[in-house]
């Protein structure tokens, strides 16, 4: 005992205690990990598998008709009904380059659009101008389509075409009217 201290001498056990206590806590740490592998899982409620998102531009909003095989074929013309046709063919009408402006900046702006994207998957360098000439009929509707430009793609240019024939526009003045409408395709990056 050392002398001047009023603490009761130590005990020496060798580390028996110390023994006892790590045998302990490893019992403890194996009966918690046995627990942990037999519990079941909790059961979670099953999601449904994740919608994968659309693009904006490809909603059901814009809808482009199947081709058509034109009218069915009437047998010979005569020369005076194609005489007729070609006069015709000649317009002399007058709509407002705004009030067509209004109408290409609706849906036939998507639609062309929509033609050119379905395209762009199977080619992802097609891109180039495309100018839509269109003979707007005295009823507004779309008499006549063709297609020219750089971007040179017979599936776009057919789409097109189709859908131009849908367009509706104002009814012109004195007759038809022949529009140039130029569209730029380049695909976003």
Known sequence: MVQGSSLPP??????????????CLLAIGGFWL????????????????PVPPTREQFTTEIEIPEEDAGEPDEGEVDVAKRERSRELVECSGVLDAAQI????????????QTCYERRLKDN???????????????SGSVRKVSVSGSLRDAQVSTCVKRVARTWKFPKPEGGCVRTSVPFTMTPKL
């Open 101 to 112: 402006r209004v109408v290409i900046n609706g849906p036939p702006r998507k639609q062309v």
């Open 124 to 138: 992802n360098l097609l891109q180039g101008q495309m100018t839509v000439l269109l003979t707007i009929a005295p």
């Open 10 to 23: 130590l005990k020496t056990n060798k580390g028996k205690y110390g023994i006892l206590l790590l045998i």
């Open 34 to 49: 046995c627990t942990q592998r037999t519990k079941a899982p909790e059961s979670k409620a099953e999601l449904p598998a």
